[in-house]
């Protein structure tokens, strides 16, 4: 039940982002969710896109450093404490998050949580002993 | 009256005497390293020389010469010529690849180390009756403890600050109303802004002079420091492997170049290319026999120095020759704060932490007073992470190793790949944007 992220690193230098983006759309991959993790001297951008590998492919020819890594997508209703539940359930279970950031899905009902955990597959386990709904990568990948 | 000279006969004694006395000390130097230091009578043997083939001063050209891979190779005390129960002091500093360069000295060495110190501080115009501040680090780096014993053997009150807390320092230096102060330049110019910070006019405080070196600096600098510390600022030159500070020693008279106390250090300039010795006043690669050392000699040891002779008359009277400010190296090494830098240092340093060759850029500035040394890395796949966490903890882990193995402080910046300049597909491993001229 795992999904494709690529993370990208980029430097604090303008038009960084912007070069990103013109990459994927000349290679006409599409973004269903990112977020850039900041420091005082470089990022890490995240990215969810239609065509992981491709992606990564592009923007290493691009010059860019890039890793392919696995994360959680969990589907979460659209209703205050959705997203506390879900993560009451991993703390009871001592799963510590890694980073997490969210989208909406198309239908714009739930949110889409996406989660990366120090260790995944305990993470999974536990997600799926609580009834969580989990999305799957066709699923993302073609929302 | 204070002397204007520590030791007036051989300050000021004219050539033909001085040639004399370095002739008996270097026939009586290649004789003993010939017999006590294996790795030297080789060098000797190889070409066929023998001790008694040096019949002036000018046979010096004939002996071969030594380097700093001599050092290293027979590290750490291969080429001392006493026994080591006749050592009673190491001192060391980091080499190219990792050993660092190990010196050593018996008592009598140390007495005249501290005789030719007390000898430049005279040279810069202090007096028994001076306080004397020694911002210079102790420990291993000679510059502290070197100039400590000089200080003493003049007789002046010695101060032992060493590096470090310049806040407190510069109360120091108004309390105790030090005359003289010794330290890097950089950090003399840091020392000036602690002044200001802490609210103390440097006119109230009673410095005259300054005795700076182990790094390189400019006039401009000099000017900086003697304006903003409100002192006269002199140039002191030393290396290790030769003794420490006071090979050489700026005049008060003189702003073209340094005494070098040439009874005991016998210099020559070469082209570094061929090793071929120059004509007097030729800009190359310094060169020294220590004349009078015995547990560390060394016999034209190439300090990959770049400076001049002089032997102009002197307004101060003394005959000792003179070497102009060092306006560079011959190899890559970098100073920091008065630590040597090699880049294949951080090389290495970067290997063991990744185990692989990444590529990456050293860049020099001086930032306010302080020379800043940041190492640019590119992030490859091989170290990249998704995670902040793992990303930062690998800046950190470089900035901890080279610190520990280097002894200097940098900043380590993560850059995207091919962002460092490559010339000729091969990155410019240093780009050093201080301003010495
Ligand atoms: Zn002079």
Redesign the interface.
């Known amino acids: 039940m795992l999904v494709e992220q690529i993370a990208v690193f980029v430097e604090n230098k303008p038009g960084r982002l912007a070069a990103i983006t013109k990459i994927l759309a000349d290679n006409k991959i599409n973004i269903r969710a990112l977020s850039v993790a900041d420091t005082a001297d470089f990022g890490i951008l995240r990215l969810i896109v239609d065509n992981p590998q491709k992606a990564a492919k592009c923007l290493q020819d691009g010059g860019f450093t890039v890793v392919v890594t696995e994360v959680v997508a969990i589907e979460v209703e659209d209703r205050i404490g959705g997203l506390a539940t879900v993560l009451g359930h991993l703390a009871d279970a001592g799963v510590s998050v890694e980073y997490m950031y969210a989208f909406v899905n198309r239908s714009g009902e739930n949110a889409i949580i996406i989660s990366r955990f120090e260790h995944m597959d305990n993470a999974v386990k536990v997600l799926e002993g609580t009834g969580v709904k989990l999305v799957s990568k066709e699923q993302i990948y073609s929302m | 009256m204070d002397s204007q000279y520590w030791n007036d006969e051989i300050e000021t004694m004219p050539r033909a005497g001085l040639e004399s006395i370095q002739l008996i000390r270097l026939q009586k130097l290649v004789k003993r390293m010939y017999e006590r230091v294996l790795p030297y009578r080789e060098k000797m043997d190889a070409i066929g020389l023998r001790p008694e083939h040096i019949k002036s001063v000018g046979d010096l050209r004939l002996l071969p010469f030594t380097v700093k891979a001599d050092l290293r190779d027979n590290y750490p005390f291969g080429l001392f010529a006493t026994p080591m129960s006749e050592v009673v002091r190491i001192h060391a500093s980091s080499g190219t690849t990792g050993k660092p360069t190990v010196v050593g000295y018996t008592r009598k060495d140390i007495d005249l180390w501290a005789n030719i110190v007390a000898r430049s501080l005279v040279t810069a115009g202090a007096t028994k009756n001076d306080i004397v501040h020694n911002a210079y680090g102790y420990g291993l780096f000679t510059g502290g403890l070197g100039a400590h014993y000089g200080i003493e053997k003049l007789g002046a009150a010695v101060v032992p600050a060493s590096g470090g807390n310049s806040r407190r320092q510069v109360t120091l230096l108004r309390d105790f109303g030090s005359t003289v102060l010794l330290s890097t330049p950089s950090y003399a110019l840091n020392l000036a802004d602690a002044m200001e910070t802490v609210g103390i006019d440097p006119k109230k405080l009673s410095l005259r002079i300054g005795v700076f070196g182990a790094e390189p600096w400019s006039e401009n600098m000099r000017e900086e420091v003697e304006k903003k510390l409100n002192l006269k600022a002199t140039d002191i030159y030393g290396l290790s492997e030769i003794m420490g500070p006071g090979v050489a020693q700026e005049c008060q008279f003189s702003k073209r170049g340094m005494h070098i106390a040439e009874d005991h250090f016998l210099p020559e300039v070469i082209n570094p290319e061929t090793g071929e010795v120059l004509p007097e006043g030729e800009e190359g690669e310094l060169v020294f026999t220590t004349l009078t050392k015995e547990a560390f000699p060394l016999i034209r040891y190439r300090t990959r120095d770049i400076s001049r002779l002089y032997r102009e008359p002197c307004a101060c009277g003394r005959t000792l020759v003179r070497m102009a400010k060092v306006t560079g190296r011959t190899d890559d090494m970098l100073i920091i704060r008065g630590v040597n830098v090699f880049p294949s240092q951080v090389e290495h340093v970067l290997m063991g932490v990744e185990g692989v060759e990444p590529h990456y850029q050293i860049v020099v500035d001086r930032k306010g007073n302080l020379d800043t040394m940041t190492v640019e890395v590119e992030?490859?796949?091989q170290f990249?992470?998704?995670?902040?966490?793992r990303?930062?903890s690998l800046?950190a882990g470089i900035k901890k190793e080279i610190k520990d193995y280097l002894g200097v402080t940098v900043t380590v910046?993560?850059?995207?790949?091919?962002?460092i300049q490559r010339s000729e597909g091969k990155a410019a491993r240093v780009i050093d944007k201080r301003k010495l001229s």
């Open positions: 992030v490859s796949e990249f992470s998704d995670k902040v966490r990303l930062e800046g910046k993560l850059v995207e790949p091919k962002s």
